[in-house]
């Protein structure tokens, strides 16, 4: 952040959670990891990327209760729309489970 502050004069900021899966864990677990990526000075927004079949009600909870105060992106990866691919690289989850996903995510906000 300083880095960019001296570089480009940033002065927002989005914790960006990439890649892998940032959803997998105890729920105040994850909590303690976006509080302490917010609590830094100019923090206006937290994007979190993850698989569909990690993000379940508890976690969307969580990720709205931070929409007051911040921009909140849920980034949700799908490799491919057809379930024979899915299967053939080994996903662990189908396309049904990603339209699941984004429409408990749209529920939540």
């Not at 880095?3 to 105040?28: D, E, H, L, M």
């Not at 698989?51 to 105060?69: G, T």
């Not at 909140?72 to 189908?94: C, F, K, M, P």
């Amino acid at each position: 952040m300083d880095r960019a502050r001296r570089k480009y004069g940033a002065c927002r900021f989005i914790a960006y959670f990439q890649s892998f899966t940032n959803t997998y864990g105890p729920v105040p677990h994850l909590r303690d990891l976006y509080d302490r990526a917010l609590k830094h000075e100019g923090m206006v927004g937290l994007s979190v990327g993850t698989r569909p079949d990690c993000v379940h009600k508890e976690v969307l909870k969580l990720l709205a209760s931070y929409k007051e105060k911040f921009l909140v992106w849920l980034e949700l990866g799908l490799q491919s729309a057809h379930d024979a691919t899915l299967l053939r690289i080994n996903r662990g989850h189908d396309v049904a489970c990603f339209d699941r996903a984004v429409a408990e995510a749209h529920e939540w906000g």
